[in-house]
């Protein structure tokens, strides 16, 4: 089985400030990890991705996650939030000797203030 | 490279009515498709997945059906909708060992 915690609703962050959006894992086996981004009425789009190799992954729009397998984390970060990155954020989760199927996490909701 | 289409991508139709929603996949061969609904603007629900032609799987009884006639093809139907089937319909296909992509979704309201 396969799971995927996002455990803030809502994240606040002033402009300029450094960001984090959570998101913790649980797979049987070796996991696949993304990130998503979301914009009103709009379908998800692809940030970044864990698959194996460096720790640290970067993705788009300056946006970075890390991969902690002792924790079972894969927190989402960016050095400097901007007023552009206010939406949902999804995280992901697939087993790599499993399922077809991702599963998404609950969505947080970034709001960055000017 | 590759796309996914999506359509139509705002519908109001009224309860009792049949739905037919399209999405088809250009550039990539046997992909997975996928059928979500997203309620309230948050979490995904998977609705219906396939990994090939004809092969359908559900993952919530309920009022609706999907169906694969080609390979690049995934249709999202019901015969009489309810009020409940509203809701934001997003497809996605994934390639055998990379992330889902999305398409633009479509907003349903039934009325």
């Known amino acids: 089985a396969q799971s995927v915690a996002q455990p803030e609703d809502q994240v606040n962050v002033a402009e300029g400030n450094p960001l984090t959006v959570k998101c913790t894992y649980s797979?049987?086996?070796?996991?696949?990890l993304f990130w998503y981004v979301q914009y009103p009425n709009r379908g998800l789009q692809f940030l970044l991705k864990y698959i194996t190799g460096d720790n640290l992954v970067k993705g788009s729009y300056g946006f970075e996650a890390e991969f902690n397998k002792s924790q079972t984390s894969f927190h989402l970060k960016k050095p400097s939030a901007l007023v552009s990155d206010s939406a949902l954020y999804f995280c992901a989760v697939r087993d790599l000797g499993g399922s077809y199927i991702p599963t998404f996490g609950r969505g947080t909701s970034l709001i960055v203030h000017p | 490279s590759q796309t996914i289409h999506q359509w139509p991508a705002t519908l109001v139709q009224p309860v009792g009515s049949p739905l037919s929603l399209e999405c088809t996949v250009e550039?990539?061969?046997?992909?997975?498709l996928y059928w979500y609904r997203q309620a309230a603007g948050r979490g995904l629900q998977l609705l219906f997945y396939?990994?090939?032609?004809?092969?359908i799987s559900s993952e919530v009884p309920q009022n609706l059906s999907a169906s694969r006639p080609q390979d690049r093809q995934f249709i999202l139907s019901s015969k009489k909708l309810l009020l409940s089937d509203s809701g934001f319909y997003l497809c996605?296909?994934?390639?055998?060992?990379?992330?889902?992509?999305f398409g633009q979704g479509t907003r349903l309201t039934v009325v």
């Open positions: 797979v049987s086996g070796n996991p696949y």
């Open positions: 396939s990994v090939g032609i004809g092969q």
């Open positions: 550039g990539t061969s046997n992909p997975n």
């Open positions: 996605a296909w994934r390639g055998r060992l990379t992330e889902a992509f």
